[in-house]
């Protein structure tokens, strides 16, 4: 296989004097969808911030289609193609939404074409257009997902991280996103979900790493994990 | 006819109020930098104004052509050292409380503590007044109001329509998410710096327009633009301008109707009692669990 | 120690009325005099500031306000009124410990308020009280008041000797307060207010009745000295005492003697007069501000902790400096006179302890990380650990039998919401706590356990329903009133008291506990306590040279201290490695062993499978399930919370 689109290597990263993770490797391939699971505290969200320059890292290499980006700083990350779905959304709750969504287009090569890029975004999400003059902050939950999906996609990412997106969604709304997840992958954009509802990451993913206290405990194919007593074991802790 | 001129007049300078609170305002809200140096880039704006107009023989309007670059770039070398000094919101009170300090003395020094005022065959607004059947308004208040309502304006359609301005919405709000979005926040913190020392010199031309100067001044202003700041919601520039016209009609009221004494006293209430009505809705980026 | 600062004090005071009381047979110029009372009221004004803004960390900007109304209440009484000089003293002492009060009900009730808000606030009030003198003519007729020399006993001798005693007499009263403060109750409660007020508050501290205190006393001891300060002045205008260079002056001299300390502002008030005294005998007055800005600005970027702590780490140095560069510079005899070679040596000292101070930080730091790593190991060896079981309150032994029988129910909550916005953080959560317990409180992120514990302490409060602690609504009440009844809790993030030792951190909880103790009673208490989590071995060390599991197991120690019924511990195990969850699981099950009901929050199931005796599964701010941990864990429901909803059950 061609060299990985996102690859980690030897990650440790520390919160002052708490290690939230050790040694962890990862690798991404571009059109790939790449979940990872497991329980609260296990520095899923940890992981995804590092590699989107929002923590530092602590030791270890993460590289972008083949750039070192570990030593930059945080606002040069996106520059190479890496755009994020927060944990909680983190939606500009002040800002209207399609001041969120363009500000999504902030780097450089994304901004020229943002208009295009709308276009696109209002595709997969028709109800974003319909809430464009809206403060975000008064959106419902599913909404504020769709706008912080939106305003990644607007940066034109490579690779988009999501952290969690099922978090405090009714079902329904869980369907749509993970729908919507899908179609972009369909697109060529490649995929992490970070979730702690393993089966619905499970389903959409092509492979899949189980973090358990901050190191990689497992790692395969979706299906693979999707049988396996480990992640039972891991995420219910019996 | 009293209150409706006292209404008007207090609106007007109202405001130059919100001229000197705008900047600080933002300063606070994007940046979490309270900073009181920016009253002391106001009176040396106002002190250039006077100084330039009065050796050059220039119009007092077009002295901008100076103070503004001059007070851009002494904005932003302020904002990057801040950003060097990496302070914590409420230190940044004490060092800028020096650098005020620092600046009051040495205009003190350069036009010494005695009252400098504009020659009136230099500065022909100050005794201009426009009638309005039996209102009068002078212009020097209208040029505040005007100057105000520009700037507000542009600063408004700034920070809604272009990148740069939607980036620094989204510093006040998130900033580490805006920084996985490209935004640099060190280069943005120094322009908007600049910026808001330009501000600091349309103010203090504005000031200088009507006004006998003297270094202390620059303490008079502390208590009514803080209650513009806080009452006009930190970081809201509309809310600022809005604040401003607010305390300068509430001023201007309670002075002709009561007494002029009585004018601290309401405005000190007003601080409180909106401190107590709205604590959250004063502070940036509610945040819930 | 306490003594021998307090005989310093005293002999300091003695000697200093010995040099006012001789001044005509020492041969003393009065400008010495003068210059010792500028000190004196100096001294006593950035002591007054220090007392709440330093201990208490609420910086006021408005010392000018207690000036300016001491000073006017004697001028205008004495110069306008005749009313005798040393009636109107006390009365500048009661008009300004009301204003005091007023500011401080005002300002420290409003929900809002931080530091930086405060500092606006206290800024504005001398600003209004000036407008107010000044347009109200009546007041001073407009022009200033000129202060009367006062009936002179003989014994006082001529008026500069009455004005240097006077002030001098203020300067120690307010000097020996602070002492008093510091070494008090009520200095430790400031400290913690100071270091973690929330924390503070929920360990048992009035922090409202403090911070009330710290105002009032702020206010008489600044208004008194404004009241002397008028005689010493002898023209009292309103730009000459509710100007900005007043609290300037106190703010600069704060920072730049040491805030913590009750020496820091003497130290600061001593070197900034002399300095300006200097300054302006050479002309250079138009200099003044400028350096004592620029030294404000400096000293707060570089170095914020300020002189005292950098002269006391270095007394020699300091000393020798001073003496080595005053002294020869009077032996050179070249330059100038007595006090220009004082100001250059004490520059040099001061310089010299900022600079040696800092380097002194640096060269510090390895060593600190030295003891952490030292410390390391301990956690792994529990053998040390398992003596005596501090148990000093019988409180604890009767709060019920631990493990498998259940007691009474100690905590009730009754069908408790709390929303924040539209957010509904927990809708109508109905639990049990019974005695003896160790219930485990579990679910995803965002289902609300956190906001549980902080309704549990009265961090927050909720939108509807009832809690009961022990039979008592302990709904709306304060957290201190909670933490009495008998709640405590711990923080996912510690918060320990910073400027505090290990020892003294745990003291806390016991000095203001349900059954108060003295500091130095509740030392040893406190050290039995950290023997309990194993930490006594750093009872003399510093919250910051503590690790992330030391730091959590001081929070542990600090909360069991307080004797509570039941302990309330958030997430004490995130982020440590497997053999620190070990750790720290001996210890919660020893606690819990020692009679204190527990409530853990705990993302690690697998721990808290063997440790709990029940588990509570909260979703999406409802109790999803409540029992048996195996059963629990084995409840398709929550299988589904914790796996997702496509789980095969």
Known sequence: MSEPLLQVRDLDVRYGDAQALWDVAIEVHEGETVCVVGPNGAGKSTLVNAVAGIHPAHRGRISVGGVDVTRLRGHRVCGHGVAIVPEGRRIFPRMTVLDNLVLGAYRKSARRPH????????????????????????????????????????????????????????PVRVDEVYDAIGRINERGVSVVVVEQDVQRALAIAGRAYLLGEGRVVMSGPAAELRDSAEVRRSVLGL | MNVIQATLTGALIGGLYALMAAGLSVTWGVLRIINLAHFGLILIGAYLTFQVATSWHLDPVLTLVVTVPAMF???????????????????????????????????????????????????????????????????????????????????????????????MRAIAQDRAVAG?????????????????????????????????????TAYEWFGTVFAVVILGGIGEVVGTFAAGILVGVLSGVVSAVWSPAAAPFVLFSAIILALLLRPQGLFAAGGVR | MIRRGGIGLLVAFLV???????????????????????????????????ILSGYSGYFSFGQAAYVGVGAYTTAVLSGRHGVNFFLTVPLAAVLCGLLALGVGAVAFRLGSLRGEIFALLTLAVPFILAAFARINQSIDGGQGTTVPVPEVPDAFGSLPELQYLLALLIAAIAVAAAYAIQHSRTGSALAAIRDAEDVAEVLGVATFRYKMLAMLISGVLGGVAGSVYALQIGFVTVESVFGLTIPLFVIVMGVLGGRTHWLGPVIGAVLIVTLQDRLSSYGLDAWNSIILGGVLALLVAVSPDGLYARLRARPLVSLGSLVVVGGGLAVLNVWGEFLDWLVVGMLVAALLAIVLGSRWATARLPLGRRARTTAEPVPAEPAIAEPAIADPEPAEAEAGTPGDEPGAVLVECRQVA?????????????????????????????????????????????????IRLDGQDITRMAPHKIAHVGMARTYQIPR???????????????????????????????????????????????????????????????????????????EALAGLNPAEVDNAVRVVRRIHESGITIVIVEHLLRVLNQLATRLVVLDRGTCLADGEPQTVLNDPAVIRAYLGRQAHV
Not at chain 1, 125 to 135: N, S, Y
Not at chain 2, 115 to 132: E, H
Not at chain 2, 185 to 214: C, D, E, K, Q, W
Not at chain 3, 456 to 465: E, H, M, V
């Open chain 3, 16 to 50: 200093l009325v010995a040099v006012g009381a001789f001044s005509d047979p020492l041969g003393l110029p009065s400008f010495y005099l003068i210059l010792l009372g500028s000190i004196c009221f100096w001294i006593a004004q950035a002591t007054s500031w220090n």
């Open chain 1, 115 to 170: 208009r295009e890029t709308l276009a696109g975004v209002y595709e997969i999400f028709p109800r974003l257009a319909e809430r464009a003059g809206q403060l975000a902050g008064s959106l419902s939950g599913g909404e504020q997902q769709m706008v912080a999906i939106g305003r990644a996609l607007m940066a034109q990412p490579r690779l988009l991280l999501l952290d969690e997106p099922s978090l405090g969604l009714a």
């Open chain 3, 496 to 570: 320990p008291f910073d400027s505090m030792t290990v020892r003294d951190n745990v003291a806390m909880a016991i000095m203001f506990g349900r059954e108060p103790l003295p500091l130095h009673r509740a030392r040893p208490i406190a050290e039995r306590h950290l023997a309990t989590v194993a930490l006594d071995h750093l009872a003399d060390a510093h919250p910051a040279d503590l690790n992330l599991h030391q730091r959590q197991l001081l929070e542990m120690a600090r909360a069991i201290a307080s004797s509570p019924k039941v302990l309330l511990l958030d």
């Open chain 2, 180 to 216: 996985a979005f490209g935004v640099d926040h060190r280069r943005l913190s120094v322009l908007l710096g600049g910026v808001v020392g330009a501000t600091a010199a349309l103010a203090g031309m504005v000031f200088a327009l009507s006004n006998a100067l003297t270094p202390d």
């Open chain 3, 418 to 466: 709390r929303y924040f916005g539209g957010v509904h953080a927990l809708e109508d959560v109905t639990l049990d706590i019974r005695a003896g317990e160790l219930v485990g409180l579990v679910g995803p992120n965002g289902s609300g356990k956190t906001t549980l514990i902080n309704l549990l302490s009265g961090a927050f409060r909720p939108t509807r329903g009832v």
């Open chain 2, 73 to 167: 770039v002494a904005g932003a070398a302020i904002q990057w050292l801040f950003d060097r000094l990496r302070l914590t919101e409420f230190n940044s009170l004490l060092v800028s409380f020096g650098l005020l300090i620092i600046t009051i003395q040495v205009t003190s020094n350069i036009w010494s503590a005695d009252f400098r005022r504009m020659s009136a065959d230099v500065n022909p607004y100050a005794t201009q007044s426009v009638a309005l059947g039996r209102l009068v308004f002078p212009v020097t208040t209208l040029v505040a109001f005007g100057l105000a309502a520009l700037v507000v304006l542009g600063a408004h359609l700034v920070l809604r329509r272009t990148f740069a301005g939607r980036a």
